[in-house]
């Protein structure tokens, strides 16, 4: 999914980030209510930044699973699908 396709182009070096929820049952099968279901934090990078300016800062790309902290960046809905803009400092490791 590129820039255009999800509308959003984010400056500097902040990264688009589409959150991967949770499995909604347990491996026994017992199923998880929405209230109880922790806040995500993995997700696919599917935009990133210019970069500040040394343009090698930025060390992720489009594509990869990413982990960010529970609280940060903003939240922000485009179309329908839920997205996070976050700064690249505040990401934590890439999911291999």
Known sequence: MSEKEIGIKPLGDRVVIEPIEQESRTESG???PDTA???PQIGL?????EGGENEDYITVEVGQKVLFPKYGGTNITMNGVDYLIIEF???LAIVE
Do not use: F, Q, T
């Open 89 to 91: 400092d505040d990401l």
């Open 30 to 32: 017992l199923y998880i």
């Open 37 to 39: 279901k922790e806040k």
């Open 45 to 49: 990078v599917v935009a990133v930044g």
